[in-house]
């Protein structure tokens, strides 16, 4: 059964940090990339950042280039969003995906966590 759990949400005021993790478990590929969208309401999901297998390459969103850092622990199977100088607008609903295609787009993701809130404060 395959399970990403996903933590480290929550409220912070604006300028503040926060750091998601993500673990995965019983997926049925070895290779894959990780990465993070988020969501509000009424909007369709939206890519953050992601990451290869490797660890070698990262990708991420214009909106949060130079504030948040994906990074991740392969023999763990776990990817970690450091989220740093956060503002009102990335608040949303954080999930990670994990799939083997295309990067941003959340269609190419075969599993997906549950979904972490985080709320920021102006």
């Known amino acids: 059964q395959v399970q990403l759990d996903e933590s480290g949400g929550g409220l912070v005021q604006a300028g503040s940090s926060l750091r998601l993790s993500c673990a995965a478990s019983?997926?049925?590929?070895?290779?894959?990339?990780m990465a993070w969208f988020r969501q509000t309401p009424g909007k369709e999901r939206e890519f953050v950042a992601a990451?290869?297998?490797?660890?070698?390459?990262?990708f991420y969103a214009d909106s949060v280039k130079g504030r948040f850092t994906i990074s991740r622990d392969i023999a763990k199977e776990k990817a970690t969003l450091q989220m740093n100088s956060l503002k009102p607008e990335d608040t949303a609903d954080y999930y990670c995906?994990?799939?083997?295609?295309?990067?941003?787009?959340?269609?190419?993701?075969?599993?997906w966590g549950q979904g972490t809130q985080v709320t920021v404060s102006s």
């Open positions: 995906a994990v799939g083997r295609r295309r990067i941003g787009i959340p269609a190419d993701y075969d599993y």
């Open positions: 990451i290869t297998w490797s660890g070698l390459r990262t």
């Open positions: 019983g997926l049925p590929f070895n290779s894959y990339t």
